[in-house]
């Protein structure tokens, strides 16, 4: 059987040289015609323009959105410099009001303890059964202390106290004098009962109790004691000498 003829017809190499031609023509065409557009100074500007208005369209867009997060971050400053100034305003009213809490405090321990400016502790008594605490404390007195006085001197008297606070089982008495002259005199007349088992002590509000337990621990206080519900510190200077304090708040103690 005889092979079929590869060679190319004269119609089909006259297409591919038709064609070959024309994209010959159109390139060059399309040289020519870019080439004398970028001579023109009309096209040109038509381009610089076109560009420096998408240009400038861009920044514009760019500026406005920086001058509305510019105008956002000042109203943010604002209000941040308002809360700050409501903190400062509300940090003063907190604090006046502190140091009107701790003043009012002051002032209601000063009227409990003048409350109490007639009575005094008595510890170191044994408690018996079925006992008179206003005999009790009158023969106290007139026995240890060598002061007489009346049964209506006494407006009242009891146990205080939990059982074992002064060591050997026995409640402390509280006394209520009815005049503050009679108080007077057996707190003076209380030296006569040193060494012996038997206290007398003025009876000071909770509060005083721990001015005067932390008054007694600190380290420049050589002595303290009360005088009508008031804390006395003797203090030694650091250069020495010895001055009296009067101690009515903690601060005081701090300052010492």
């Given at each position: 059987?005889?092979?079929?003829?590869?060679?190319?017809?004269?119609?089909?190499?006259?297409?591919?040289?038709?064609s070959a031609n024309?994209?010959?023509?159109?390139?060059?065409?399309?040289?020519?015609v870019t080439d004398g557009l970028l001579k023109s100074d009309k096209l040109r500007e038509l381009i610089h323009q076109t560009v420096t208005n998408a240009i400038?369209?861009?920044?514009?867009?760019?500026?406005?959105r920086l001058d509305t997060q510019e105008a956002r971050l000042f109203e943010l400053e604002q209000q941040l410099e308002h809360k700050e100034q409501e903190i400062r305003y509300l940090a003063g009213q907190v604090q006046g009001a502190c140091g009107n809490l701790a003043e009012q405090k002051t002032v209601l321990n000063d009227l409990e303890q003048y409350s109490r400016r007639t009575n005094v502790r008595i510890s170191g008594i044994a408690e018996t059964p079925e006992e008179k605490t206003?005999?009790?404390?009158?023969?106290?007195?007139?026995?240890?202390?060598?002061?007489?006085?009346?049964?209506e001197a006494i407006d009242r008297s009891h146990r205080v106290g939990k059982p074992g606070q002064d060591g050997r089982g026995h409640r402390a008495i509280l006394?209520?004098?009815?005049?503050?002259?009679?108080?007077?005199?057996?707190?003076?007349?209380?030296?006569?009962?040193?060494?012996?088992?038997?206290?007398?002590?003025?009876?000071?509000?909770?509060?005083?109790?721990?001015?005067?337990?932390r008054t007694r621990r600190h380290e420049k206080v050589k002595s303290c004691w009360t005088i009508d519900g008031r804390i006395i510190a003797m203090v030694t200077d650091?250069?020495?000498?010895?001055?009296?304090?009067?101690?009515?708040?903690?601060?005081?103690i701090d300052h010492l």
């Open positions: 059987m005889a092979s079929r003829s590869t060679r190319k017809t004269p119609a089909v190499t006259r297409q591919r040289k038709d024309r994209d010959e023509t159109v390139a060059e065409v399309s040289t020519l400038e369209t861009k920044l514009e867009s760019l500026i406005d206003d005999e009790t404390v009158r023969k106290l007195l007139d026995e240890k202390l060598g002061i007489t006085i009346a049964e006394v209520k004098f009815a005049s503050t002259r009679t108080k007077v005199a057996v707190m003076k007349a209380r030296r006569q009962l040193k060494g012996t088992s038997v206290v007398i002590r003025e009876d000071l509000t909770a509060e005083n109790m721990k001015l005067l337990n650091t250069n020495g000498i010895e001055r009296k304090v009067n101690i009515r708040r903690h601060r005081d």
